[in-house]
């Protein structure tokens, strides 16, 4: 248990589809992020929530949409996906948005493995 | 240039020996310094971080800074089959953002 639990941990869905990824984290901290893991590459930051309010969008495709309702969740609404967006996303979480304090690691969730087809 | 480079390995080393992991980063502004363990099909895990110049020992794992030649490696000494891993290199940029490495795929054999 790492105390960020995603959901689905497994999903596919096809081009023109619209589904949600969703991130809860337990561990009562004050930011949370998006990232996409893919084959062969390094992890890629997509989104920054702190305390709610979106604080970084990496040049991110609209087809990829944030929502996060409080601290404690964190939604990735996907549609319209292309095949090249199949990967690992991961969510995780942070106590301070100031990643360079010694309290604030990142905490991941087990990620959810996306297919698009 | 990229930003983190790591050897993507694999790392083969023998039970027991140490094993050596390699960073380089390219903004000198960078202020702190990650190491996270990603076993096969889970989530990355936090295992070192280090903000000066030096080293950091925290049981079997020592992390080394050199800021002037913007190097970070991770040393794992008495290495075990369980260390079998991708060892992922994080730097925080200057202006704040996480920027992770490749990573670096460690076998080590019994």
């Known amino acids: 248990e790492t105390g960020v639990t995603q959901t689905p941990r497994h999903l596919v869905m096809g081009m023109t589809n619209k589904k949600s990824l969703k991130c809860e984290q337990h561990?009562?901290?004050?930011?949370m992020y998006w990232y996409k893991q893919s084959a062969k590459k390094p992890l890629e930051l997509m989104f920054v929530?702190?305390?709610?309010?979106?604080?970084e969008n990496n040049s991110v495709p609209s087809r990829f949409s944030p929502e996060c309702p409080n601290s404690s969740h964190l939604f990735l609404h996907l549609h319209t996906l292309q095949p090249e967006d199949s990967a690992l996303y991961l969510c995780?979480?942070?106590?301070?948005?100031?990643?360079?304090?010694?309290?604030?690691?990142?905490?991941f969730g087990n990620g959810t493995r996306l297919t698009v087809t | 240039q990229k930003e983190v480079e790591q050897n993507s390995g694999p790392l083969s080393v023998p039970e027991g020996a140490i094993a050596s992991l390699n960073c380089t980063y390219s903004?000198?502004?960078?202020?702190?310094f990650f190491w996270y363990r990603q076993y096969s099909g889970k989530s990355p895990e936090l295992i070192m971080f280090?903000?000066?110049?030096g080293d950091k020992e925290d049981g079997r794992f020592t992390a080394q800074l050199n800021k002037a030649s913007q190097y970070v490696s991770l040393l794992i000494r008495d290495s075990q089959p369980s260390d079998s891993a991708t060892y992922l290199c994080?730097?925080?940029?200057?202006?704040?953002?996480?920027?992770f490495g490749k990573g670096t795929k460690l076998s080590v054999k019994p």
């Open positions: 280090i903000y000066s110049n």
């Open positions: 995780a979480s942070s106590q301070d948005p100031d990643r360079g304090r010694d309290n604030s690691p990142l905490h």
């Open positions: 903004d000198r502004g960078s202020q702190s």
């Open positions: 929530y702190n305390f709610k309010e979106q604080t």
């Open positions: 994080a730097v925080t940029r200057s202006q704040g953002n996480l920027i």
């Open positions: 561990l009562g901290h004050n930011a």
